[in-house]
């Protein structure tokens, strides 16, 4: 089995501020994922990784930059909190490119915008 | 535009009922249905799935129903427990896609004693 960890679990920034959100997995996947998780609105993906170094914009890519250090980490980062805005951003990884392959998820980092 | 669409938005059903949850997409070409379940304060974890050859598929208590002319699915889970009580995601998948699922809002399940 594996783990998926992010870091940190609560995220209390300012308006404007820039805020990096951290993802580990020790499942030595190939795919990972960020997606961002609204009351009433499910996951909606921001960036997607399919090996070190690449980078894939999703639906919601705009106001926000990632990376691909290496193979188990990926890192979110928003570029200017908004507001007022509340959210989780989840972390997640899969085998492989292509197919039916199960997604991992992290437990996500809450997200409160002063 | 909500390319996949879930109902009810909530649901409470009694232990030992069959609850239903309803899934609905627009892209005719999706071809992969996994059903995530997620408790409070964790992630997703994928429950069960279904690809677009099959018309059912269960595991255990649960069963996905799939028709592929109207574009709707439906999760039952039999014999409701409390411990179903959690959010229940519905989700959808191009093959080729590199595992880009597209999710619905998502239905959540509360299963009283």
């Known amino acids: 089995g594996g783990i998926i960890t992010q870091t940190p679990k609560f995220l209390i920034g300012q308006e404007g501020q820039k805020l990096t959100l951290k993802c580990q997995q020790n499942f030595n996947h190939d795919t990972m994922y960020w997606y961002r998780q609204d009351s009433g609105k499910g996951l909606r993906l921001i960036y997607y990784s399919i090996t070190e170094n690449d980078l894939q914009k999703g639906d919601l890519s705009e106001g926000y930059d990632a990376s691909r250090e290496k193979k188990s980490s990926f890192s979110l980062t928003v570029t200017s909190a908004q507001k007022n805005e509340m959210a989780v951003f989840l972390c997640a990884s899969s085998i492989q490119l292509g197919g039916q392959n199960e997604q991992y998820f992290g437990p996500g980092t809450r997200l409160t915008v002063l | 535009q909500q390319q996949v669409r879930q109902s009810p938005q909530s649901l409470t059903v009694w232990e030992g009922e069959t609850a239903i949850l309803n899934c609905s997409y627009e892209?005719?070409?999706?071809?992969?249905f996994p059903w995530y379940q997620q408790f409070p304060g964790e992630g997703p974890a994928l429950l069960i799935s279904?690809?677009?050859?099959?018309d059912k598929k269960e595991d255990g208590r649960f069963t996905i129903f799939f028709n592929k002319r109207e574009k709707k699915l439906s999760l039952h889970i039999a014999d409701s427990q409390p411990g179903d009580s959690a959010t229940y995601f519905c989700?959808?998948?191009?093959?080729?896609?590199?595992?880009?699922?597209?999710f619905g809002a998502g239905t959540r399940l509360a299963v009283c004693p």
């Open positions: 989700a959808a998948m191009l093959s080729g896609s590199f595992n880009k699922l597209t």
């Open positions: 892209n005719s070409a999706f071809d992969y």
């Open positions: 279904i690809l677009s050859v099959s």
